[in-house]
Nanobody
Framework: QVQLVESGGGLVQPGGSLRLSCAASGIIFNAYHMGWYRQAPGKQRELVAVISSGGIRNYADSVKGRFTISRDNAKNTVYLQMNSLKPEDTAVYYC???????????WGQGTQVTVSS
């Protein structure tokens, strides 16, 4: 029943931009914290950005000033706007939904972002 469907990944040149989307279903969306994680080959999955149910945003130091996370509760969708992309941003990006109260978390299938010339 619960699904997080990601889209927007692709190949982009350094300095370019991409906008990732994650459409959620099967959850009470506005009761969940939403986040974006990424995992590069040979590396651990890391938090990129998170936005709370109340709209509070936090970012990894590596993406501050370049990435923006947002959510549209009416559309049950969370976004990640990625600007000034660098090769080190190359990774599979995963959407996450987390309920602290219910102790539940869900993951999307991931979408590939490749930053290369």
């Amino acid at each position: 029943q619960v699904q997080l469907v990601e889209s927007g990944g692709g190949l982009v040149q350094p300095g370019g931009s991409l906008r990732l989307s994650c459409a959620a279903s099967g959850i009470i969306f506005n009761a969940y914290h939403m986040g974006w994680y990424r995992q590069a080959p040979g590396k651990q999955r890391e938090l990129v950005a998170v936005i709370s149910s109340g709209g509070i945003r936090n970012y990894a130091d590596s993406v501050k000033g370049r990435f923006t996370i947002s959510r549209d509760n009416a559309k049950n969708t969370v976004y990640l706007q990625m600007n000034s992309l660098k090769p080190e941003d190359t990774a599979v990006y995963y959407c996450n939904a987390d309920s602290v109260i219910l102790k539940l978390h869900y993951w999307g299938q991931g979408t590939q972002v490749t930053v290369s010339s």
